[in-house]
T-cell receptor, first 115, second 119 residues
Framework: NAGVMQNPRHLVRRRGQEARLRCSPMKGHSHVYWYRQLPEEGLKFMVYLQKENIIDESGMPKERFSAEFPKEGPSILRIQQVVRGDSAAYFC?????????????FGEGSRLTVL | DQQVKQNSPSLSVQEGRISILNCDYTNSMFDYFLWYKKYPAEGPTFLISISSIKDKNEDGRFTVFLNKSAKHLSLHIVPSQPGDSAVYFCAANTLLHFGVIFGNEKLTFGTGTRLTIIP
């Protein structure tokens, strides 16, 4: 499967625990974007990363949330001390460095449930 | 501040008829617009796009119209099929430099319209 891979698909955490969501972009893609979809809402941009760089984190909450895209390995979205309001579907998307046609390619999402 | 708006949360259309989904935007810097389709428990998939240098783009049963002066775009699906039942998201970004795609950009999404095709 050469698409965007996200894991875990489903994650259950208790309040106060940490959640780590992983995203491997499509082969050949070096740009990663994280979006969050709250129940019955649209997709909200969180952060845009290239390898080892955060390009735009304007949609990321200032506290408890962090993201990285290391030189080797997947991108990680980390949520510390989760609260019930963090329950959502988190989608990762990727795009190539060159020959970009303007679209983002999305993974199937990671669904976080906070008890 | 919702820069991309889809004012109809849901739409029901008879199979075989035309489905028209609407989208409005407020940011005049947006110059590239996309429609995504999303099934439950799946990620959004790209459907069709249009740049601001055009007012219409067609791909099979799907046509997107752009009215820049009204900051409005619409997606037409004809004929509508049961498999078209999904949530449709409009998205936009600031992409073009002198009419050419330059660099990578995030997308700003609308809130979505749930389309139901009635057999």
């Amino acid at each position: 499967n050469a698409g965007v891979m996200q894991n875990p698909r489903h994650l259950v955490r208790r309040r106060g625990q940490e959640a780590r969501l992983r995203c491997s972009p499509m082969k050949g893609h070096s740009h990663v974007y994280w979006y969050r979809q709250l129940p019955e809402e649209g997709l909200k941009f969180m952060v845009y990363l290239q390898k080892e760089n955060i390009i735009d984190e304007s949609g990321m909450p200032k506290e408890r949330f962090s993201a990285e895209f290391p030189k080797e390995g997947p991108s990680i979205l980390r949520i510390q001390q989760v609260v019930r309001g963090d329950s959502a579907a988190y989608f990762c998307a990727s795009s190539p460095e060159i020959y970009w046609t303007g679209e983002l390619f999305f993974g199937e999402g990671s669904r976080l449930t906070v008890l | 501040d919702q820069q991309v708006k889809q004012n109809s949360p849901s739409l029901s259309v008879q199979e075989g008829r035309i489905s028209i989904l609407n989208c409005d935007y407020t940011n005049s810097m947006f110059d590239y617009f996309l429609w995504y389709k999303k099934y439950p428990a799946e990620g959004p998939t790209f459907l069709i796009s249009i740049s601001s240098i055009k007012d219409k783009n067609e791909d099979g049963r799907f046509t997107v119209f752009l009215n820049k002066s009204a900051k409005h775009l619409s997606l037409h699906i004809v004929p509508s099929q049961p498999g078209d039942s999904a949530v449709y998201f409009c998205a936009a970004n600031t992409l073009l430099h002198f009419g050419v795609i330059f660099g990578n950009e995030k997308l700003t999404f609308g809130t979505g319209t749930r389309l139901t095709i009635i057999p």
